[in-house]
């Protein structure tokens, strides 16, 4: 990354322009890779279930060679070259089927998975602190409001210092996630993958 | 087949109850074929569309990995681990969906066209000819019956012996196909079944 890697922590006490700004880049820099996730992820769910039908497509068509000996044909009925020639034919389907079965588990493990997690826990995770951290922020800036208006200073201290204090947690938050959990998520993704390529 | 094995011609001009009743069974035959080849083919097409998907999902990956780098990450924009990672999974991912494209136009030549063939020329042919075989042996027996009933002869001669005649050629057509085509087909498809089994 250029330059910018984390949002350091002791910069949301001071909650200054330059830090609000740093954190929309990093917002939209998590709205980027979410939406560009969920794009991989869709045509991932697309293999997925395509290799799936593809195994399920297989078994049934070997179980209807398979079948084919119990079928009532009045004139075919013995018939062995065709029974012996379809009986062998629908043995190399389901090996076929069984590989497919395979590579259905084996996507569902090393695909699948790790995309969902990414996905389901990490992503969702940032984007749900960043709704949190917008709710504290409107709220920490109607509290600094009703500071500056009120007459009746050690009253509105009192308040306004809990809303403040609030903010700053969920900020801190937000801004430790942003630099610690998704670099270790992200660099461990690509660690996955770069260690299934060399394979 | 069990003794049977066609419909002799002669049979049809004399039209008995046993040549009707043989008519019978290889009618029963044609359809228990036809059933069973129609759940044959249905199977075979989804084997062949979940490939196309397959081909198709592999493909749209593999294009949104290589779009990784025309992505607008604002942090992101000079990870070169990344980058590089994922051009190499795109490749693989590339070499893969190449397998499925060959893979499904190998179905469409070796599996779908010849099961489309037997059942859109051969087996349709079977059942037409059995409905216009009904509809003489129909039109024939009103024929006889009506030649059974008027009395002014020589009329009804000349009238009832055009249908007779048409019903008789219907039949025979009827039986050249069930004891001719039908075979041949059918040992034409066992025979690629059987050479695509030997490979």
Redesign the interface.
């Known amino acids: ?2 330059g ?2 984390k949002l350091p922590i002791e910069d949301a006490l001071e909650d200054s322009p330059q830090t609000r700004s740093l954190l929309g ?2 917002e ?2 998590a709205a ?2 979410s939406s ?1 996730s969920q ?2 992820y869709q ?2 769910q ?2 997925y ?3 799936n ?2 195994s ?3 078994h ?2 070997s179980r ?2 398979k079948e ?1 000996d119990n ?9 062995e ?2 029974s012996a ?2 009986q ?2 629908s043995k ?1 389907i389901d090996e076929i089927s069984s590989c497919h079965a395979i590579l259905s588990t084996q996507l569902a493990d090393a695909m699948m998975f790790p995309i969902t997690q990414f996905k389901e826990r990490d992503l969702k995770e940032i984007l749900t602190l960043k709704e949190v951290f917008q709710i504290a922020s409107s709220d920490h800036d109607l509290a600094m409001n009703r500071y500056s208006r009120l007459s009746k200073r050690r009253d509105v201290e009192k308040n306004g210092q809990g809303s403040v204090e609030d903010g700053v947690q969920q900020e801190s938050s937000f801004f430790k996630l942003g630099s610690e959990n998704l670099t270790a998520h ?1 660099e461990e993704f ?1 660690s996955n ?2 260690t ?2 060399q394979k």
Chains 1, 2 share one sequence.
């Open positions: 990354m250029p910018i890697d880049v990093f939209e820099d980027a890779i560009y794009q991989l045509a991932m697309r293999i279930d395509a290799q039908e593809l399920a497509a297989t049934l068509t209807l060679l084919y079928q009532r044909f009045p004139l075919g009925g013995d018939d070259v065709m020639t379809l062998q034919f190399m992200w690509l993958i770069g299934s390529v």
